[in-house]
């Protein structure tokens, strides 16, 4: 059974030229042409279009299209370093959810125990830190300027240090740099954290938040399955 471009477009809501450019941009095999010089796509298009189109929820457009270009190359190794990459961005993004939860429940007196920020041997350097975020020196600057982080300068030299509570605050803007909040609120929020202010603003993005990253979790899940499904047309 043979599909045309706006067969495909249909079951997603797009033209039949978004089809197009997908497989021009190696996003979906390259199809068969008729001696016309029609397209002629078959399930295993179909099967692809769907995945990439799962992938974007779960991993982002820049990701997935990382993912289904190297799957269309034949390069599979490559696609699912990739996938396993945003597996543990979004392990990590728990990990803070739950550091700020602890924080959160601490503050508002539903806890008993203290959040613990994270240990290090001595303070990071602007450059150790940007290392271990995988920004660049540029970035922490600027979050510095924002009014998210304050750290102190050594006397002798001036060079910033970050201690084990500056380290979490990086981390925390990280990832909320990710959700695509704008610095002013995560300035509020670290300053929050920081200082044990008011917490009602602080419970209610915290609560979307985790909603963010189940609904990631669940993407991926779902994307998982549709590649799957196409990875094994794939190998007849």
């Known amino acids: ?15 039949p030229q978004s089809v197009r450019n997908y497989e021009r941009d190696g996003l979906i095999p390259p199809a068969r042409r ?13 099967a692809a279009l769907r995945a990439y189109r799962a992938l974007i929820p779960a991993h ?26 945003s597996h543990a961005e979004l392990l990590r993004d728990r990990g ?48 510095e300027t924002s009014g998210v982080l304050a750290p102190v300068r050594r006397p002798e030299t001036g060079h910033r240090m970050y201690d084990a509570s500056d380290v979490r605050d990086a981390e925390l803007a990280h990832f909320l740099r990710r959700g695509r909040y704008p610095l002013e609120l995560i300035a509020t929020v670290v300053q929050q954290v920081r200082a044990a202010g008011d917490t009602q603003a602080l419970a209610a993005a915290l609560a979307d938040w985790r909603q963010r990253v189940t609904a990631r979790g669940l993407a991926m899940l779902n994307a998982a399955a549709q590649l799957a499904s196409y990875l094994a047309m794939e190998e007849n």
Request: glycine residues 8%; hydrophobic residues 35%.
């Open 60 to 85: 982002g457009y820049a990701e997935s299209g990382a993912i289904m270009r190297d799957i269309t190359a034949g390069r599979l190794n490559e696609a699912l370093a990739t996938i396993d990459r």
């Open 1 to 15: 059974m043979y599909f045309r471009p706006a067969d495909l477009a249909h079951e997603h809501g797009l033209s």
């Open 96 to 143: 803070t959810l739950d550091a700020v939860a602890e924080v959160l429940s601490h503050l508002t007196g539903r806890s008993t125990g203290t959040w613990r920020a994270p240990k290090s041997i001595q303070p990071y350097s602007i450059g150790e830190l940007a290392h271990r975020l995988g920004v660049n020196v540029a970035t922490i600057r600027k979050w």
């Open 34 to 46: 008729t001696e016309s010089g029609y397209r002629r796509y078959t399930e295993k298009h179909a």
